[in-house]
């Protein structure tokens, strides 16, 4: 019942193997993903197509696994009301302010707007003070973001950190397609604290993690540097740096390439 080895309870299957196919037979997986914090899991989704997967809290699995240890043999009785219901579409959320002067130019301001089903979805995305700006690699970067920054509380201009011209990011954040198809995009960054651990993609990410000042801090940022970079007359350069060597491997980092988009994740 271990992480990475098979166990078996009277009634149910315990499992957790990624490398499981699709002619396991079983009656079902529960597993627990620790997040390296107390009492917190990972949520991800099941690597299975048919057998139905149940993530159960840490104290619970290890329960489990401490009484299959030994050798009492549990039998669970497990309830969900979740349903299968097929290939559902989904939906982006877009509003616009078109402007009068220019109005085939566009600020964009981008955030994945979803929860995963451990919690509510409170710190993933759009929670935490603001506190870095990166520019991506792209070389005028400092001249557009010091000019739009300039304005600014000192409040809350000084209290950001600014890397320029960066390196840009290959993926995980939503700055990263507009980068790779050569958009000068911008990532915000708040510091950590233990957001990996604690509520990252976790059964703890909910609406008391939440830090109001720090979502008052955002709004005041964000609005600040889209109606800056809207007024301003200079176009953004897409002037991209040379990339360094990989200090890892002595290989030269290489920008991110446009791919087609998957619009049916986890499908075959």
Known sequence: ???????GVEGMQ???????GKNTVTAG??????SAGFGVDKIFGAYTKKTPTVDIALEDYGLLYRLTESGDKPRISVHTESKERGVVPAFNTIAEIRGSEKPDEYVILSAHFDSWDGGTGATDNGTGRVASLAGQGFLQAYEYL???LTPLPTWIRDT?????PGTPGGGGSDFASFVAAGAPAFSLSSRSWSYFAYTWHTNRDTYDKIIFDDLRNNAILV?????????????TSRE???LPLNLKTGVQMQWPQQVSPTRKGGMD
């Open 223 to 235: 609005a600040a540097l889209a109606y800056m970079a809207s007024e301003d007359p200079v176009r």
């Open 29 to 34: 997986i529960i597993s627990s993903n620790w």
């Open 240 to 242: 991209k740096s040379v």
């Open 146 to 148: 010091s000019r739009w």
């Open 160 to 164: 950001i950190e600014t890397h320029f």
């Open 14 to 20: 315990l499992a957790w193997s990624p490398g499981m």
């Open 1 to 7: 019942m271990k992480n990475g080895e098979n166990g």
